[in-house]
């Protein structure tokens, strides 16, 4: 194996990987679903989670809008679409490249706690921490949604096409009806019982005979396109001011159940935040993604940092000893990721240094290419407030879409209300988000604080990583980003090193099988062909859980005759290009 640093007794020591490299072939590919077909576009790209939405932002673009116009009618349509995943009750993380200036702006729409939120927020009568579920469920774990007051700002800076005609396309199929996919029935189903606690929500998702709705009946939402009417009429403030902010509030404070603290005043006040994005070095190739609050931009590049120091080509994908070395990566990033990664303007987080190339170098060495550590400890690192490590629950239901207009700008946009469905909590059309429960459930650990404990209006750590890839000449070459709550991470780290160490085109990058660890077991996709590694990643110490991954990376990426889509098989969207 080549390597990039010269300690020769390292240098052996990771040699003997090469005898192992050869003998093991990457396993045969069982993806368990009909691959998709990508799509080519010579000037223009719309990848998202369902078609409807891919076709609102084609739509935008041929009505002479650019690719944040075609970002906000892509959006909008996909909380309609797809209302257990993301929507204007919940947030998300935009970056925007502008394609002649060459520069990338970073949008933070993130939500915010409130004002009246304590450390012991998700702490039972026991002083223990609430079962996840039990703190999802309802208002307290509402935080004030940040998508459209970031959107209304995107659009400012950089859009094109008026306000209002954004919204048509998500009004039109609000009021005319849509068939409801597959994967929002199943899901219905699987939370229906937690559903129908919402009077609002149970009214909208089931029949009155209390049977979900079915995949593909027809749904109307006419009061989600009054909502989306009096937004594209009067802006983003008809969302924080006014009736709308109040039924929010009281939805929120009024829960039988769970109620929150949620403050009109809260709303009023929250700000989406314009701010630089993280760059770093892969290769040749420079990334740039989200800074903090998200940790998704900083741990991708850590991770691609460290595997920097390994000759990641010269192993077969999916090979063991590739999720070997992807893994114990994953193990040191992530746990730099628990450690010192939360909301920038309450925590000192040492982005700089996370990123140095010395510290990536440093935490390189401790990847044993004949042994796994299992579990990784967060690096020494000086910081003006001392924190601790640990865990917060996030869960995949998120979207992810990708957008390059003919002018060569372009957004790469992840958006969430976090867990399916959200807090369950329904109010004028669309779901609230139950992102709070993204905080820490304890605020210290021996004594120590958390970096990612509660405190009022604090933005909660999160694992969205849209990203942008660029070649040597600061050329775009790509975008992409994915669902899968914070397993977010280790898939847009998969797919870069599928599309640059592989060198696989983009559906099979995405395609194949997910694996990672998260500081945890080693995870890898079950039922896709990666049965046989586990007895070779068990004999290197790791422990193996296989497990669903449902990732949602939809990605664009240069070709020679111009831009190449492709979306994840493992949900209900697609790529189209003109």
Excluded at 339 to 368: C, G, H, K, N, T
Excluded at 476 to 482: D, V, Y
């Amino acid at each position: 194996m080549k390597l990039k640093y010269q300690g020769l007794a390292y240098a052996l020591s990771l040699m003997l990987l090469l005898p192992i490299a050869a003998a093991q072939q990457a396993p045969e590919i069982a993806t368990g679903y009909a691959i998709k077909q990508p799509a080519y576009g010579k000037r223009e790209m719309v990848v998202a989670a369902h078609p409807l939405a891919v076709d609102a932002g084609l739509t935008m673009l041929k009505r002479g809008g650019n690719a944040m116009d075609a970002a906000i009618a892509t959006s909008l349509v996909l909380n309609l679409v797809e209302p257990q995943s993301s929507g204007i009750g919940g947030g998300g993380f935009l970056l925007y490249f502008d394609g002649r200036g060459k520069s990338i702006v970073a949008y933070d729409g993130r939500e915010t706690a409130p004002e009246a939120a304590t450390a012991d927020l998700f702490l039972g009568d026991d002083g223990k921490p609430l079962p996840f579920l039990d703190a999802v469920i309802g208002g307290r774990s509402v935080g004030v949604p940040g998508l459209l007051r970031m959107l209304e700002v995107a659009h400012a800076r950089h859009g094109k096409l008026a306000w209002a005609t954004l919204f048509e396309p998500a009004i039109h199929l609000a009021e005319k009806g849509f068939p409801l996919s597959q994967r929002t029935a199943r899901q219905l189903i699987a939370e229906a019982a937690r559903l129908k606690t919402d009077p609002i929500a149970a009214a909208y998702f089931f029949h009155p005979d209390g049977t979900p709705l079915t995949a593909n009946e027809t749904v109307r939402n006419p009061q989600f396109a009054a909502t989306l009417r009096r937004i594209a009429h009067d802006g983003a403030d008809a969302f924080y001011t006014g009736a709308i902010a109040r039924d929010i509030v009281a939805a929120v404070q009024n829960h039988p159940h769970n109620p929150g603290k949620l403050a009109i005043d809260d709303l009023g006040r929250y700000r989406a935040r314009a701010r630089e994005a993280v760059c770093g070095p892969y290769r040749t190739y420079r990334l740039c993604g989200m800074p903090p609050p998200s940790s998704g931009g900083v741990t991708v590049l850590e991770m691609l940092g460290i595997l920097q120091y390994f000759d990641m080509a010269a192993l077969p994908p999916m090979s063991a000893d590739a999720v070997h070395l992807f893994s114990e990566a994953g193990r040191l990033a992530f746990a730099d990721r628990d450690a010192f990664i939360a909301d920038p303007d309450f925590i000192d987080v040492p982005v700089r240094p996370l990123l140095d190339r010395e510290y990536l170098q440093a935490r390189s060495r401790l990847i044993d290419p004949k042994k796994s550590m299992r579990h990784a400890a967060p690096g020494e690192l000086t910081s003006k407030q001392k924190v601790t490590f640990t865990e917060a629950m996030e869960l995949p239901a998120t979207s992810h879409f990708s957008i390059v207009d003919a002018q060569g700008n372009a957004v790469s946009l992840t958006q969430s209300i976090d867990y399916s469905f959200g807090s369950h909590i329904m109010v004028r059309g669309f779901m609230l988000n139950n992102q709070l429960t993204d905080f820490s459930f304890k605020a210290t650990v021996d004594g120590v604080p958390v970096a990612n404990r509660v405190q009022p209006g604090k933005r909660p750590r999160s694992a969205m990583a849209p990203l942008f890839v660029f070649d040597e000449k600061n050329n775009l070459l790509g975008a992409l980003g994915s669902a899968g709550g914070s397993a977010i991470i280790n898939h847009a780290a998969k797919v870069t090193v599928g599309l640059i160490d592989w060198q696989l085109d983009l559906p099979h990058a995405i395609d194949g099988p997910n694996f990672g660890s998260r500081n945890g077991p080693t995870e890898l996709e079950k039922d896709h062909g990666l049965e046989p590694l586990a007895s070779q990643l068990e004999t290197l110490g790791h422990s193996v859980k296989f497990m669903e991954m449902n990732s949602g990376v939809h990605a664009f990426w240069r070709t020679a005759k111009g831009w190449i889509g492709a979306a994840d098989p493992r949900r209900e969207g697609t790529a189209k290009g003109n």
